[in-house]
């Protein structure tokens, strides 16, 4: 079993349309959840970043951890095709400042289309 | 943002030849860098963490002896593919985290494609 599991998709949505990208995990260490949105061919860019359980929201996206579901989602509102991307999860263990290794998901791959 | 550079962006080379990866840390001291593999439509995978100045760790079934990392300053990290085969092929991609720690800043990914 892989310490973190997500749909691969693709995921296909209509303009303005409400995405929910999920991730679950089995390693009940982890206090560290991200997410990064990866363009084709390009580096993941870090997109939000939560400690342990709750909501954080940042414009159009909010992040939610539910520690004791081991399941973390994002939504993504008012969805514009310039959010066409792979989306990662990714989680972490040690503390902020010690960084440590991140673990990934395989990425969801998100198309909205105009 | 920290900015984070890779070069080359692309690489196609002959099997059995060694292909340099470098990772550059353009505005802040890079303390740590991971170095990272991503096969297509699969997730990024840790192959090694190097601090600058010391060795390399790697991660558990990593050749170390295939994957050369050298981290000789605050700036600069390399890759090195030895004696590169066809299933070397990947996207390699850098990640620098500096002294206010944190996870680190990726770099933009070298596609190393071997015939």
């Known amino acids: 079993q892989k310490e973190v599991e997500q749909d691969p998709g693709p995921l296909s949505v209509p303009e303005g349309a409400i995405v929910s990208l999920n991730c679950t995990y089995s390693n009940s260490a982890f206090q560290y959840f991200m997410w990064y949105r990866q363009y084709s061919r390009k580096g993941p860019e870090l997109l939000m970043y939560t400690y342990s359980s709750g909501n954080k929201e940042d414009g159009r996206f909010t992040a939610q951890v539910d520690k004791s579901s081991k399941y973390i989602s994002l939504f993504i509102r008012d969805s514009q095709p310039s959010d066409s991307a792979t989306y990662l999860c990714a989680m972490s263990s040690l503390i902020y400042n010690q960084g440590g290794k991140l673990i990934f998901g395989q990425g969801t791959e998100l198309s909205v289309k105009p | 943002g920290a900015v984070v550079s890779q070069h080359p962006s692309w690489v196609i080379c002959k099997s059995g030849t060694s292909v340099k990866i470098e990772c550059r840390s353009l505005?802040?001291?890079?303390?740590?860098m991971f170095w990272y593999r991503q096969f297509p439509k699969q997730s990024l995978m840790l192959m090694a963490t190097s601090n600058e100045g010391s060795k390399a760790t790697y991660e558990q079934g990593v050749e170390k002896d295939k994957f050369l990392i050298n981290h000789a300053s605050l700036t600069l990290s390399t890759l090195t593919v030895t004696s590169a085969h066809p299933e070397d092929s990947s996207f390699y991609i850098c990640?620098?985290?500096?002294?206010?720690?944190?996870?680190?800043?990726f770099g933009p990914g070298t596609r190393l494609l071997v015939l």
């Open positions: 990640s620098a985290r500096g002294l206010a720690g944190g996870h680190g800043y």
């Open positions: 505005d802040f001291q890079a303390t740590t």
